[in-house]
């Protein structure tokens, strides 16, 4: 079985300083990981993945996150941030080879950026 | 990608009641997949739906309470039947496209039972 642990229901940052939203998995096998956002009365947005590579992996808007196969963990990452990254955050996982399984997604993270 | 849009994108039903949402993707894939979210809360998959047979469900979702159709390669319908308010959520149509592997949604379908 597939899972998906998102410690912190709620992270408050200052804008400009660096923010974290952690995530841990468990998957048998490698797994696929992917992490979205989604602002208010607004669809869940791609923002990046590992499938695999390079364990550091860039995406939108300034984001990035570092597979640590050995802590199971994906951590998403932004060295400064902004009022407008305020969302609900979303990781996610898959386990590779994936065929036609689904996501399976952590209960979320709220981020808070205050000016 | 996909472009994806759900129809209604939010709707008060009464309890008893059925609704259907429609789901409509602008290329073919083969997998979709329905979401539900209730407020504030992580997504729930309830059910797999492959064009041409029959959708496969998640534990806790029925096929009599959450009927779908797939008729084609480009659209979908979810059912929520008999409402009540603890069908209140919203609703996500989900596909995969391209050879990404990301899934990409819909905007979703708000649904509120009284």
């Known amino acids: 079985a597939q899972s998906v642990a998102q410690p912190e229901d709620q992270v408050n940052v200052a804008e400009g300083n660096p923010l974290t939203v952690k995530c841990t998995y468990s998957?048998?096998?490698?797994?696929?990981l992917f992490w979205y956002v989604q602002y208010p009365n607004r669809g869940l947005q791609f923002l990046l993945k590992?499938?695999?590579?390079?364990?550091l992996v860039k995406g939108s808007y300034g984001f990035e996150a570092e597979f640590n196969k050995s802590q199971t963990s994906f951590h998403l990452k932004k060295p400064s941030a902004l009022v407008s990254d305020s969302a609900l955050y979303f990781c996610?996982?898959?386990?590779?080879?994936?065929?036609?399984?689904?996501?399976?997604f952590g209960k979320g993270t709220r981020l808070s950026v205050i000016a | 990608s996909a472009v994806i849009s759900q129809k209604p994108s939010r709707d008060i039903c009464q309890r008893g009641t059925s609704l259907t949402i429609q789901c409509q993707v602008d290329?073919?894939?083969?997998?979709m997949f329905w979401y539900r979210q209730q407020p504030g809360q992580s997504l729930t998959l309830i059910a797999t739906?492959?064009?041409?047979?029959?959708?496969?469900?998640e534990s806790g979702f029925v096929i009599d309470k959450f009927p779908i159709s797939r008729p084609n390669l480009t659209f979908s319908t979810l059912t929520v039947s008999n409402m009540s308010p603890e069908d209140s959520s919203i609703y996500l149509c989900?596909?995969?496209?391209?050879?990404?592997?990301?899934?990409?949604f819909g905007p979703g379908t708000r649904l509120t039972v009284t």
């Open positions: 290329s073919q894939v083969t997998m």
């Open positions: 590992y499938i695999t590579g390079d364990n």
């Open positions: 996610a996982v898959r386990r590779a080879p994936s065929g036609n399984t689904p996501l399976v």
């Open positions: 989900s596909v995969r496209a391209g050879s990404g592997e990301e899934q990409y």
């Open positions: 739906a492959n064009q041409g047979s029959e959708a496969t469900y």
């Open positions: 998957v048998s096998g490698n797994p696929y």
